[in-house]
């Protein structure tokens, strides 16, 4: 097993993460707008961004199914690798979860997502006021969760670089230097 991620997963991981941060403060702004043309826009736009994410999280799946990642380091404490790993599986279940949670949210609301503006996405449920309410709390509560275990992942990166001086971060960055 080699001791670095594969181009496609590092791709993947930067490419995921930008967007992924572009959708969170899309998502936490276009909320207190006022209704508006450009609100509405800008909702289309996050619902095509969540979708598009979606489809990426699958495929980062399927790659990773058919490329493990490397091993932890050995010097990592056991608790500390069940907690990386457990860390990992909750980021993938949040990035399945709350588009879910969105698509979910739009159709009880209403409002068919139409990806990019050409291809409708059928809805999962049938409109109803009450769930659509009580599924935006579920998608703001997860939305909520990840930004605290990503800050914990980014911060867990940033310890392993600067403090433990090990190889976890730069491993994951796009140019590796041996």
Known sequence: MTASYTTTAKGLHWIMAVLLIGLLALGFTMHDLPLSPQKLQLYSYHKWAGVSVFLLVLFRL???AGHPPPPLPDSMAKPLQFAAHAGHALLYLLM????LSGW???SAK???T???GVLPIPDLIGKDKETGDLLANVHLALNLL????????VG???KHHFIDKDDILRRMLPQRRR
Not at 96 to 99: E, Q, R, S
Not at 146 to 153: C, E, I, K, M, S
Request: hydrophobic share 75%.
């Open 62 to 64: 399927a790659w990773r």
């Open 96 to 99: 399945l979860a709350i588009p």
């Open 104 to 106: 979910l949210m739009s």
């Open 110 to 112: 209403g409002f068919q």
């Open 114 to 116: 139409v990806w990019f």
């Open 146 to 153: 990840f930004v605290a275990v990503l800050a914990g992942h």
């Open 156 to 158: 867990a990166a940033l």
